[in-house]
């Protein structure tokens, strides 16, 4: 730890400080690695149920966080928020389904949690610089 490696403090109270610094970074150690487990339980829970509309304030209070800590800890985590981390792997999931299945893109969407086909093809051509359509003929490689 940083703060104990500094010479040591002369005075009675400077030693009692330094040593309570050291208690607290001890102690709140392990509640970070309890928030980046909990990210990473929230991290499952929006990329195996991409089709429910769960809002990101249920899932931190199914979680147990804050809600705005769970929102800084998780785009911490993952280098974005929790909402663009769900509608990035449903644009995954559609992706996969495009090039494996025959499932039309109104099927893909209801089914991966997009309010419809067009919803889905906006947020497709985005990402991906292409339509669906032209992503399964095989334009996407």
């Known amino acids: 730890m940083l703060l104990l490696r500094r010479a040591p403090p002369r005075s ?6 330094w040593a309570l610094a050291g208690w607290l970074a001890d102690a709140l150690a392990p509640a970070v690695d309890d928030e980046t487990a909990r990210c990473d339980e ?20 199914r979680l147990d966080l804050d809600y705005d800590r769970f929102r800084r800890v998780f785009r911490d985590r993952f280098g974005r928020s929790p909402l ?40 497709f051509r985005t990402r991906y610089q292409m339509s669906p359509t032209a992503y399964r003929r095989g334009s996407g490689d």
């Open 42 to 61: 929230a991290a499952s829970m929006l990329s195996e149920d991409l089709h429910r509309q769960l809002t990101m304030r249920e899932v931190a209070a």
């Open 84 to 123: 663009a981390f769900r509608n990035d792997r449903r644009l995954d999931v559609a992706a996969t389904l495009l090039r494996a299945t025959n499932l039309t893109c109104r099927e893909i969407a209801r089914r991966i949690g997009f309010s419809d086909e067009f919803h889905l093809s906006r947020r």
């Open 12 to 17: 009675g109270a400077e030693q009692q400080i």
